[in-house]
């Protein structure tokens, strides 16, 4: 297996951590401008790019448009099911802790695309004009195309699924530790098909929950079947390979092209769809459910939608993120209609591909910076340790560290550290708008 390597300040492990703490990072020329620019989104692409482009502009206006008042860090759900993360306060901040004082922010929700007015209309009835519009919205979680699936039922009767919010994420981590002290039963973890923000978190799932299960004792009382919607674990090969191998030793089960599409609570069956159309419906004791995602309504209903290969999300070059109609909107993050991306450690990378461009279509110049698709998953194998997956357009592996540190194919302290330690004060610092490369 060839796995080629990144630097670290590209990757944001190594140095990244030094770049966090304004170490190295490089002075810049400010470009004078009196751009109106409006974000729609203040997650962590929207923040991001917000504070990364006060960095680069010096004169310009920039609004973002975002109804919730905290800040949800979202890789942290993960560790929530873990216990490494243990309350709601480990991933959730308030907005004003990361939004510069420069940026002014609109609490408000945009619900109208206006691209040839160069405006949007917001809930409140607020008409906002622009001069270069960023989308940086996410996706939707669809777990109303789940017939029977009522999130609020998260943390009972064995369901779970660490997506939905934070409290979901604490009370999947109690059913968890429920279960696997109990006297044996199924446990039955989905996959939807499709895109979708952290594809291996149905996987880490997986693993943590029968980690603690084998903790426990009675591992031999206990059956673990993982049901996903596609013809396969992981869209990179040998890290597919990989959790395959892993998965034979550990008895847990696959299941391919079976899309969840209902679930009745109170019989606790799952019935999925299979690709020759038929069903097959499944009892269990524990459930984790990832739920389909799309991008939000607003968005695959708006003159902005890609309407072909990545249908309703927002259309845009995967290189330079411009929108391929409108010149003068970009897009980032969970939103974009790309081949892959759907992770924090692709918006870490495509916010200086969106500041650089953006700054030259300003100035009147070529568009020269390329995202070029990369994505890290650190895959969760047990409390303690993960293998750090790297990749990007082209699906093949690489790495950012030598492999006498990390082998991104075998089980590693270093790369549990690296989740529960590393990534979020350099997620924090992006958030700040220091992304360095």
Same mark, same amino acid.
């Given at each position: 297996?060839?796995?080629?390597?990144?630097? *670290? #300040?590209? @990757?944001?492990?190594? !140095?990244? &951590?030094?770049?966090?703490?304004?170490? /190295?990072?490089?002075?810049?020329?400010? %470009?004078?401008?009196?751009?109106?620019?409006?974000? !729609?989104?203040? /997650?962590?692409? /929207?923040?991001?790019?917000?504070?990364? #482009?006060? $960095?680069y502009l010096d004169g &310009?206006?920039?609004?973002?448009?975002?109804?919730?008042?905290? $800040?949800?860090?979202?890789?942290?759900?993960?560790? =929530? +099911?873990?216990?490494?993360?243990?309350?709601?306060?480990?991933?959730?901040?308030p907005n004003e802790r990361f939004i510069d004082a420069s940026v002014r922010w609109v609490e408000d929700s945009v619900i109208e695309y206006r691209p040839e007015l160069n405006q949007v209309v917001t809930e409140n009835g607020l008409l906002v004009n622009y001069d270069y519009l960023i989308v940086a919205t996410g996706v939707e979680l669809r777990y109303d195309l789940i017939d029977g699936f009522d999130p609020q039922e998260i943390g009972q009767n064995g369901i779970t699924s660490i997506y939905y919010s934070p409290q979901a994420g604490i009370a999947s981590h109690q059913q968890a530790q429920a *279960?696997?002290?109990?006297? /044996?039963?199924?446990?039955? *973890?989905?996959?939807?098909?499709? @895109?979708?923000?952290? &594809?291996? @978190?149905?996987?880490? &799932?997986?693993? =943590?929950?029968?980690?603690?299960?084998?903790? @426990?004792? $009675?591992?031999?009382k206990f059956v673990f079947d993982y049901f996903t919607a596609e013809n396969f674990l992981f869209s990179v090969k040998v890290f597919d390979q990989r959790i395959r191998e892993i998965w034979q030793q550990r008895s847990i089960d696959s299941h391919f092209q079976h899309t969840l599409t209902s679930v009745d609570t109170s019989r606790k069956l799952a019935t999925f769809q299979l690709a020759d159309q038929s069903t097959y419906t499944v009892d269990w004791d524990f459930i984790h459910v990832a739920p389909p995602m799309t991008a939000i309504k607003t968005i695959r209903e708006s003159p902005l939608a890609d309407n072909e290969q990545f249908k309703g999300y927002l259309e845009v070059d995967q290189y330079t993120m411009q929108h391929k109609r409108y010149s003068n909107i970009f897009g980032l993050g969970d939103n974009v209609g790309t081949p892959i991306g759907k992770?924090?450690?692709?918006?870490?990378?495509?916010?200086?591909?969106?500041?650089?461009? +953006?700054?030259? +279509?300003?100035?009147?110049?070529? #568009?020269?910076?390329?995202?070029?698709?990369? %994505?890290?998953c650190p895959m969760i194998l047990d409390v303690g340790h993960a293998m750090l997956w790297e990749f990007d357009f082209t699906l093949q592996p690489m790495t950012a560290l030598p492999f006498q540190v990390v082998d991104p194919l075998k089980s590693s302290r270093f790369a549990w550290k690296v989740k529960e330690s590393v990534i979020k004060p350099i997620y924090d610092m992006m958030l700040r708008g220091y992304t360095p490369m």
């Open positions: 297996m060839a796995i080629s390597r990144r630097t *670290f #300040l590209k @990757a944001g492990v190594g !140095v990244g &951590a030094v770049g966090a703490v304004g170490v /190295g990072y490089r002075q810049i020329n400010k %470009t004078k401008t009196q751009a109106n620019i409006v974000i !729609v989104g203040g /997650g962590a692409a /929207g923040i991001g790019i917000a504070n990364q #482009l006060g $960095h &310009a206006t920039i609004t973002v448009i975002e109804p919730r008042g905290f $800040h949800w860090y979202q890789p942290g759900q993960t560790l =929530l +099911l873990a216990g490494a993360y243990t309350q709601v306060s480990d991933v959730i901040s *279960f696997a002290h109990s006297q /044996g039963g199924k446990a039955v *973890f989905t996959r939807p098909q499709g @895109a979708m923000k952290c &594809a291996g @978190a149905p996987m880490k &799932a997986t693993n =943590l929950v029968e980690y603690f299960v084998a903790q @426990a004792g $009675h591992r031999d992770t924090a450690a692709s918006v870490k990378t495509q916010i200086p591909v969106v500041t650089q461009n +953006l700054t030259a +279509l300003i100035k009147d110049k070529p #568009l020269m910076a390329k995202w070029d698709g990369y %994505t890290s």
